[in-house]
T-cell receptor
């Protein structure tokens, strides 16, 4: 099956620093990638939709200047948490939409990144 | 407004029993309804999915029942096993339009041996 690689799987950083999370589709082209955030024992909340070559679309309440999303190629999207604070500590998950398939499964999830801000 | 409502929040089932999780949705434009399984510290993994032109879909021990008029769908896990203990999420999307999945709040399933 299709594979989405997310890196790093875990990161600990100091408050005020920036952290970059990468999401790669390893064996398919992803025109669209989605970024989710998940707090402990809660659901996945959509943060933004990223389309290759264009600006990301952010959900209401998500600060675009704090969560920078870049989708420069059909296989790579990055999420940068700028000036991270402890309240940004969360599990971040990307999902890639595979183009060209029929009406069946074409959304694939990364394994997530646990961000801890001290 | 919560677009996908999931219940129960937690569920304890004996080994060999049937686990049933329910979801209801608001938006009639949704056309894709998957169920995901998630283990702690991992991304969600697709279990089974259904589209509104079908009322039921079965894959192994997992069955989705879909009621379009009631805007509800459910996951049935037959012969539940301890290895099924995980968090389950229902989701919905406007797949033809390429929108993101909207997730329910999740159900934590514990299967006792």
């Amino acid at each position: 099956g299709a594979v989405v690689s997310q890196h790093p799987s875990r990161v600990i950083c100091k408050s005020g620093t920036s952290v970059k999370i990468e999401c790669r589709s390893l064996d398919f082209q992803a025109t669209t990638m989605f970024w989710y955030r998940q707090f402990p024992k809660q659901s996945l909340m959509l943060m933004a939709t990223s389309n290759e070559g264009s600006k990301a679309t952010y959900e209401q309440g998500v600060e675009k200047d704090k969560f920078l999303i870049n989708h420069a190629s059909l296989t790579l999207s990055t999420l940068t948490v700028t000036s991270a604070h402890p309240e940004d500590s969360s599990f971040y998950i990307c999902s890639a939409r595979r183009q060209g398939l029929g009406p069946n499964e074409k959304l694939f999830f990364g394994s997530g990144t646990q961000l801890s801000v001290l | 407004q919560q677009q996908v409502k999931q219940s129960p929040q937690s569920l304890i089932v004996q080994k060999g029993g049937i686990s049933i999780i329910n979801c209801a949705y608001e938006n009639t434009a949704f056309d894709y309804f998957p169920w995901y399984q998630q283990f702690p510290g991992k991304g969600p993994a697709l279990l089974i999915a259904i589209r509104p032109d079908v009322s039921e879909k079965k894959e192994g021990r997992f069955t989705i029942s879909f009621n379009k008029s009631a805007k509800q769908f459910s996951l049935h896990i037959m012969d539940s096993q301890p290895g099924d203990s995980a968090t389950y999420f229902c989701a919905a999307s406007k797949d033809q339009a390429g929108t993101a999945l909207i997730f329910g709040k999740g159900t934590t399933l514990s299967v006792s041996s």
